[in-house]
């Protein structure tokens, strides 16, 4: 489930969110199927989300968010969020533009305190970033420690070989899948090296979870 959701909104709004991630979870309950949700956020007066004023909010968007929806009445069983800061505007990263937001260590603090504040799996979301980008931005969560659980992205993999298929066709993207494509996701791969297990977060082993397969 998608969920545009800023802990920044209007209460009147909110609670009606709140309601309904509440509601999902309870049916997913009922039925016995795993509950995956995705919230994305966003300037509740308006803003660009690609601004530097946004990049300053985002951290306590992102926390605030993990933090509502990880408790357990809500049952979701996996979290998949956003990084907690805007890589252009970290200083002393590769994707750095030249605007600073915050600097590299306060980056790190960033991604440890959104971690602390659940005790849900959480993965992240390429958020439509480029690969190297997105790589970076693991690397980045790697070294400040967090216990990030794996990740679910589609665009950085894939989307800079859309100017190819528009332009030259469904040949010449297929090549540049099987060569580009593929060098990206070997990428990520490698950056998931520092991705935790979520067994100690749900409190199951790996025989425990080997015997129900």
């Avoid at 990263?93 to 960033?110: D, I, M, N, P």
Wanted: hydrophobic share 40%; net charge negative; glycine share 8%.
């Amino acid at each position: 489930m998608l969920l545009y959701y800023t802990p920044d909104e209007a209460s009147a709004i909110n609670d009606r969110k709140h309601a309904f991630i509440e509601r999902i979870g309870d049916e997913c309950r009922a039925h016995d199927i795993p509950f995956f949700l995705e919230f994305v956020g966003y300037d509740a007066r308006g803003g660009s989300e690609k601004s530097l004023e946004y990049a300053k909010k985002k951290p306590g968007i992102v926390s605030g968010s993990m933090a509502e929806f990880g408790k357990d009445k809500y049952g979701v069983d996996v979290l998949k969020v956003e990084v907690p800061v805007q890589m252009e505007y970290v200083q002393g990263v590769k994707a750095f533009k030249g605007e600073a937001a915050y600097t590299r260590s306060e980056a790190l603090q960033h991604f440890r305190d959104s971690a602390s504040v659940t005790h849900k799996p959480f993965i992240y979301l390429s958020a439509g970033v480029s690969n190297p980008v997105f790589t970076e931005t693991l690397e980045l969560a790697a070294e400040s420690g967090t216990t990030f659980n794996g990740v679910l992205c589609g665009r950085a993999t894939w989307k800079d070989g859309i100017p190819i298929y528009a332009k030259q066709g469904a040949a010449a993207f297929e090549a540049w899948l099987k060569d580009e494509g593929v060098r990206n996701i070997e990428n990520v791969n490698r950056s998931l090296q520092a991705a935790h297990s979520w067994f100690d977060k749900v409190g199951v082993t790996a025989a425990e979870v080997g015997a129900l397969a």
